[in-house]
């Protein structure tokens, strides 16, 4: 991801229907909340989603681990 | 032709013939601005200064030559040829703004076209979602679909830019440059053409309220980004000597060659010829 300064990671959440659970599809690095609405709609355009949202990582706070910074996908804490 | 509805048309012979030829023009104009922006915004998909700009430049580039092909295939209604439309025309015969005459070499000028002149192009197909052209109605919810998200990307990055002092004063430059052909787009207050199409129903505003409902979208934004953009106000006069009327930009320039080829696909077609 290219990273500049002022710049935040945010996490997508999304469901295909509205039955479906939402699911963590991936993320962006966005200046802003405005930006990471339009790089999520336009990064991950691979299913028509009845819903989409995103979140901050760093709004998400850890229960059980001490482990920082959170990660939802394993392969990132490499 | 039979109209559905007491005030609709169903197909283009079925309009007044003034409001026919007006209506052609605007609708190809949209779309040469749609087809050219759209090479300008896909101009910065490896240069912008992240990944995700480059690809939200990359996703609203293919939505504009969307666009672009549901508007010159619209045109076939007027018995236009969308062939020859695309791929023979000179220069001279597009009907694009000036801001799109030569690549944008900085950013905060692509941001400029992004929030202005998009919005500008979205300003008037919002006022044809009700028209009584009837065959543009159902092609002008997904356009302006797609078009929420390229307003959203313009706004956040006046805001982002807005953050910093030289942020502010690029964005600046390229905004103020950018208004004045913006605001003259719409058309003359007194225009014989909006007229036309005002008066059959086909749009519901005349120019003047075109920039009106222009100002209204663009205005908070520069206000959100703390922006002062003097050209932008309701009070400035607008200068209209070196417009042309028929091609709705400044009169001087036109459209840069290279780009002319590549819009036109010179190249790929003269790989399939005898």
């Known amino acids: 991801m290219g990273h500049l300064s002022g710049e935040r990671l945010y996490e997508i959440f999304a469901r295909q229907k509205r039955e479906d659970r939402l699911e963590h599809i991936g993320t962006v690095s966005a200046p802003n909340p405005e930006l990471a609405r339009v790089y999520a709609w336009k990064t991950y355009d691979e299913a028509t989603w009845f819903e989409m949202v995103v979140a901050p990582r760093d709004a998400f706070r850890s229960v059980n681990r001490n482990e920082v910074p959170f990660t939802l996908h394993p392969a990132e804490t490499a | ?274």
């Open chain 2, 1 to 274: 032709m039979s109209k559905t509805r007491t005030d609709g048309f169903k197909s283009a012979d079925a309009l007044p013939e003034s409001a026919r030829e007006a209506l052609a023009a605007s609708l190809l104009s949209l779309a040469d601005n749609k087809r050219i922006l759209g090479m300008r915004y896909g101009e910065w998909i490896l240069g912008a200064p992240t990944l995700e700009a480059g690809i939200a430049c990359s996703a609203m580039a293919q939505d504009e030559w969307g666009h672009a092909r549901i508007l010159y295939a619209t045109l076939k209604d007027f018995e236009f040829e969308p062939n020859v439309l695309e791929h023979e025309r000179p220069a001279d015969e597009y009907l694009n703004s000036e801001l799109l005459d030569e690549p944008v070499t900085e950013w905060p000028d692509l941001l400029a076209l992004n929030l202005l002149l998009d919005s500008a192009l979205s300003v008037q197909v919002e006022a044809m979602t009700e028209s009584s052209y009837e065959p543009i109605l159902f092609k002008t919810r997904k356009l302006l679909e797609e078009e929420r998200f390229h307003f959203e990307h313009g706004r956040g990055w006046a805001m982002r830019l807005g953050d910093t002092g030289a942020g502010r004063k690029a964005l600046e430059a390229a905004y103020r440059k950018a208004v004045g052909p913006c605001l003259r787009w719409f058309g003359r207050p007194d225009s014989e053409f909006v007229r036309q199409l005002v008066d059959a129903g086909v749009m519901n505003a005349d120019s003047d309220e075109l920039r009106r409902r222009w100002r209204e979208r663009i205005t908070p934004v520069f206000t959100e980004a703390g922006l002062e953009i003097p050209e932008s106000g309701e009070a400035v006069v607008l200068e209209w000597e070196d417009w042309d009327a028929d091609r709705r930009r400044a009169a001087a320039g036109a459209l840069d060659e290279v780009t002319l080829a590549r819009i036109r696909g010179d190249k790929n077609r003269s790989m399939l010829m005898d």
